[in-house]
């Protein structure tokens, strides 16, 4: 499975952004795609997950409300739109993939990742 990640960039405090990872590759019967995020000398942290069939969704507690996770199966598309941003979500967003239909939180549980994109919002 290839993913790759598109709609990073620079933004400022309070703004939007859309990202998207379009899949391609190996296809699974079921698959859920998440996003996780990094910021400079952190580690990975959970953001949003989806099961691609069906459309239960997960989100980490600091982003319900403000991130909403969905997926368009006809391109093979998914999608976080990002709302409110504020310098703390700053960091290289990236979208991975897991066989199944558990809306796993860990990065170590998804096997398939993109090769992340840029957010930076300025205060």
């Known amino acids: 499975v290839q993913l790759v990640e598109s709609g990073g960039g620079l933004v400022q405090a309070g703004g939007s952004l859309r990202l998207s990872c379009t899949a391609s590759?190996?296809?699974?019967?079921?698959?859920?795609m998440a996003w996780f995020r990094q910021a400079p000398g952190k580690e990975r942290e959970f953001v949003a997950a989806?099961?691609?069939?069906?459309?239960?969704?997960s989100y980490a507690d600091s982003m319900k409300g403000r991130f909403t996770i969905s997926r368009d199966s006809a391109k093979n598309t998914g999608y976080l739109q990002m709302n409110s941003l504020n310098a703390e979500d700053t960091g290289v967003y990236y979208c991975?993939?897991?066989?199944?239909?558990?809306?796993?939180?860990?990065?170590?549980?998804?096997?398939?990742w993109g090769q992340g994109t840029q957010v930076t919002v300025s205060a």
């Open positions: 991975a993939v897991s066989s199944g239909v558990l809306l796993f939180t860990t990065p170590n549980r998804y096997n398939y």
């Open positions: 989806i099961r691609w069939s069906g459309g239960s969704t």
């Open positions: 590759g190996r296809t699974f019967n079921s698959y859920v």
